[in-house]
């Protein structure tokens, strides 16, 4: 009944909320969190409690000024037992007067990289007071005399958080189609240069250099749309085995969440940087709006799950799959290639070749993360110090088996689909899926050239593969940007709008700063004036 009372206050408004995990001493070790709750069965309430400066809930979005309810994630003790991380609703602000209650101490936490809008704020309990039924008890339970009924899984407690790495997929899929039409139709604006003397200067989109950098951005998008889609089929099979009582897919889940939201999210953000770049100048107006499309991407590196500790969540599924594998038990079916123990076939230039090549990458940097962290150990290492030696390797080969999962997904799921496209839409889109391919080979021909049988020829064809292809996609790039149909009030940015009018916009925009109000700003007579009259 938690959910008929909170569920319905949530949809219609009544309540603002916010999740209130990290605090300022703890973001990515959830079992060091300091913020408790005690539970005092004489008033069936529990006590919520900061007992340091380190306990505040910090960064919590919209925790500042905006939210009067949150999900607070305390340490649960009751009978002198800590229990764990546990998740409680908790009102935090009146919701006449928006006051915040007595022992509540809520604020903003100051200016950042950009996320300006997000009020992130902090949030510090003084024996605060909150009814037993706060603790949101799907998972584990308290009965009134403080009895705690425990979870069938403790990792269900952090559900929430494989939920919202799922979602972040598709979106860092939005903001590439964001950047990618802004620095692609600025790029056929925009004409520079005089390459050929005898010719006017051509747009930029023309530039080779320029293709390069902005196309697989393009792709990209599409990559992780059709992968965040799978994605999030996968949670709903999962999650339905979940409400029956069977978590034996979760673990397959959350290590692929996690090396999909860390390496999609670092993508987003190094590409939508290279989009800024590729805009010169303009890129880095505010108006352009890619500066801000920067740090909206930048910061999903970190929330959710700072990419690093993700992608070792995924390398600890991988090496627990190789051991089991090892011992001929069955493996999932995303990990299930690690077990290809067949000869390393002759290497093929082609999408299967490439996908294939990546499988053999990332399996062969498994074994030998298993083989380094044995071979530590068997010389009286501790497990968690050859797991640290290692931890450079495992974040290689988690980031390997993401590309794998990413290309085999993409390459599948846009063959299913072209048989119901027209031909020249599908030859488009099979045109991206290849220069996705061939882009990441090139990039990590270094693994290919150690784990396959690529041979330096092979490297010099896909070079060539792909600048044949920045030159077929060339001719339809502005159409397939227009076809994310972006309307510019979404797009928010003077590059980017479909008219194309940037000079205008730009100036339009420069005009509306208020240091434009007036000839003289008074910063001349206050300071410049003075000082070169030598009074300052
Ligand atoms: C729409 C878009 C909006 C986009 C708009 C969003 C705006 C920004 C909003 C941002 C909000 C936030 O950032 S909210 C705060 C986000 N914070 C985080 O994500 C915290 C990250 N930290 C963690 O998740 C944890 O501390 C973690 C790193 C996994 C370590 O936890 P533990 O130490 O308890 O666990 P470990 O010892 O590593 O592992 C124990 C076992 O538990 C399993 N396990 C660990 N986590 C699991 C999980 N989530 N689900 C299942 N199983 C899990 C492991 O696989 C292990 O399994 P075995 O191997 O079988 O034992
Ligand atoms: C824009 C934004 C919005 C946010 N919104 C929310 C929100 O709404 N609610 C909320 O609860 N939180 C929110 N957060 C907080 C976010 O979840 C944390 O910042 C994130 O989980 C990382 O934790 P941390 O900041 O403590 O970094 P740390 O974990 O301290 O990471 C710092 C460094 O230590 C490294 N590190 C840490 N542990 C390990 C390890 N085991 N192995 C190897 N390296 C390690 C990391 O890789 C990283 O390089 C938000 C953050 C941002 C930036």
Same mark, same amino acid.
């Given at each position: 009944e938690?959910?008929e009372?909170w569920v319905?206050r949530?949809?219609?408004?009544?309540?603002?909320?916010?999740y209130?995990q +990290?605090e300022?001493g703890?973001?990515?070790f959830?079992?060091?969190?300091?913020?408790?709750?005690?539970?005092?069965?004489?008033?069936?309430?529990?006590v919520?409690?900061?007992?340091?400066?380190?306990?505040?809930?910090?960064? %919590?979005g919209?925790l500042a000024?905006?939210?009067?309810?949150c999900?607070v994630?305390?340490?649960?003790h009751? @009978?002198?037992?800590?229990?764990?991380?546990?998740?409680?609703?908790?009102?935090?602000?009146? &919701?006449?007067?928006?006051?915040?209650?007595p022992?509540?101490?809520v !604020?903003?936490?100051?200016?950042?990289?950009s996320?300006?809008?997000?009020?992130? !704020?902090f949030? !510090?309990?003084?024996?605060?007071?909150v009814?037993r039924?706060?603790?949101l008890?799907k998972?584990?339970?308290v009965?009134?005399?403080?009895t705690?009924?425990k979870s /069938?899984?403790?990792?269900?407690t952090?559900?929430t958080?494989?939920?919202?790495r799922?979602m =972040?997929v598709?979106?860092?899929?939005y903001?590439l189609?964001?950047?990618? +039409? =802004?620095?692609?139709?600025?790029s056929a604006?925009?004409?520079?240069?005089? %390459?050929k003397?005898?010719?006017?200067?051509?747009?930029?989109?023309d530039y080779?250099?320029?293709?390069?950098?902005?196309?697989?951005?393009?792709?990209?998008?599409?990559a992780f749309?059709?992968t965040?889609?799978?994605l999030w089929?996968?949670?709903?099979?999962?999650?339905k $085995?979940?409400?029956?009582?069977?978590?034996d897919?979760?673990p397959?889940?959350h290590?692929?969440?996690? #090396?999909?939201?860390?390496v999609t +999210?670092?993508?987003?953000?190094?590409?939508?940087?290279a #989009? /800024?770049m590729? #805009?010169g100048?303009?890129?880095?107006? +505010?108006?352009s709006y890619l %500066?801000i499309?920067?740090?909206?991407?930048?910061?999903? #590196?970190?929330?959710?799950?700072?990419n690093?500790?993700?992608l070792?969540?995924? $390398? /600890?599924?991988?090496?627990?799959?190789?051991?089991?594998?090892?011992?001929?038990?069955?493996l999932s079916p995303?990990?299930?290639y690690l077990?290809? @123990?067949? %000869?390393v076939?002759k290497?093929?230039?082609t999408?299967?070749?490439i996908?294939? !090549?990546?499988?053999r990458v990332?399996?062969?940097?498994v *074994?030998d993360c298993?083989?380094?962290?044995?071979k530590l150990?068997?010389?009286?290492?501790?497990?968690?110090?050859?797991w640290?030696?290692?931890?450079?390797?495992?974040?290689a080969?988690?980031?390997?088996h993401s590309?794998?999962?990413?290309?085999?997904t993409?390459?599948?799921?846009?063959?299913?689909a $072209?048989a119901?496209?027209s031909?020249?839409?599908a030859r488009?889109l099979?045109q991206?899926v290849?220069?996705?391919t061939?882009?990441?080979?090139?990039?990590?021909?270094?693994?290919?050239?150690?784990y396959t049988?690529?041979?330096?020829?092979?490297?010099?064809e896909?070079q060539?593969?792909y600048?044949?292809?920045l *030159?077929?996609?060339?001719p339809?790039t502005?159409?397939?940007?227009?076809?994310?149909?972006?309307?510019?009030e =979404?797009?928010?940015?003077?590059l980017?709008?479909y008219d194309g009018r940037?000079?205008e916009?730009?100036m &339009?925009?420069?005009?509306?700063?208020p240091?434009?109000?007036?000839?003289v700003?008074?910063?001349?007579? @206050?300071?410049?004036?003075?000082?070169?009259q030598?009074?300052?």
């Open positions: 938690q959910q009372k319905p949530a949809v219609n408004m009544e309540i603002i909320g916010t209130a +990290t300022l703890h973001g990515t959830l079992r060091g969190l300091e913020t408790t709750a005690t539970y005092d069965p004489n008033t069936e309430e529990f919520l409690n900061s007992p340091t400066l380190t306990a505040y809930k910090w960064w %919590p919209g000024h905006t939210a009067n309810h999900v994630v305390a340490q649960l009751s @009978k002198g037992v800590n229990h764990g991380v546990h998740p409680f609703i908790v009102q935090i602000r009146d &919701e006449d007067t928006h006051m915040p209650l022992g509540v101490k !604020g903003e936490i100051g200016p950042k990289l996320f300006s809008t997000a009020n992130n !704020g949030l !510090g309990f003084d024996n605060f007071r009814p039924d706060s603790m008890m998972n584990a339970q009965l009134k005399d403080g705690y009924v /069938r899984l403790s990792k269900l952090y559900g958080m494989v939920f919202i799922v =972040i598709t979106d860092m899929a903001y189609s964001v950047g990618a +039409t =802004i620095a692609i139709r600025y604006v925009r004409h520079q240069s005089k %390459p003397e005898n010719e006017p200067e051509p747009q930029i989109l080779v250099t320029q293709q390069h950098k902005l196309f697989i951005a393009l792709a990209s998008s599409h749309r059709v965040g889609q799978w089929t996968t949670f709903v099979r999962v999650n $085995a979940l409400t029956s009582g069977n978590a897919t979760l397959e889940l290590a692929v969440a996690c #090396c999909l939201k860390a +999210t670092r993508d987003a953000a190094s590409m939508v940087e #989009c /800024r590729s #805009c100048g303009h890129g880095y107006m +505010t108006s %500066p499309l920067y740090g909206i991407t930048t910061a999903a #590196c970190t929330y959710e799950g700072e690093t500790v993700l070792l969540q995924t $390398a /600890r599924s991988l090496v627990k799959a190789w051991q089991k594998g090892s011992k001929g038990k069955p995303t990990e299930a077990m290809d @123990k067949s %000869p076939p290497w093929e230039n999408l299967d070749g996908i294939a !090549g990546f499988r990332s399996a062969g940097k *074994q298993v083989s380094k962290i044995d150990v068997k010389m009286g290492t501790s497990y968690e110090d050859a640290n030696q290692t931890s450079v390797r495992l974040v080969a988690s980031e390997a590309r794998a999962v990413i290309l085999a993409f390459r599948a799921e846009v063959s299913r $072209a119901a496209l031909p020249p839409l488009v099979h991206l290849h220069l996705y061939v882009y990441w080979a090139l990039e990590r021909v270094g693994d290919l050239l150690l049988s690529i041979a330096e020829r092979d490297v010099q896909l060539q593969q600048e044949d292809l *030159q077929k996609i060339r339809n502005v159409g397939l940007v227009d076809a994310f149909d972006l309307r510019d =979404i797009l928010n940015s003077t980017g709008a940037v000079y916009r730009l &339009e925009e420069a005009l509306k700063s240091l434009n109000a007036e000839p700003n008074q910063s001349f007579h @206050k300071y410049l004036k003075p000082f070169m030598g009074k300052l």
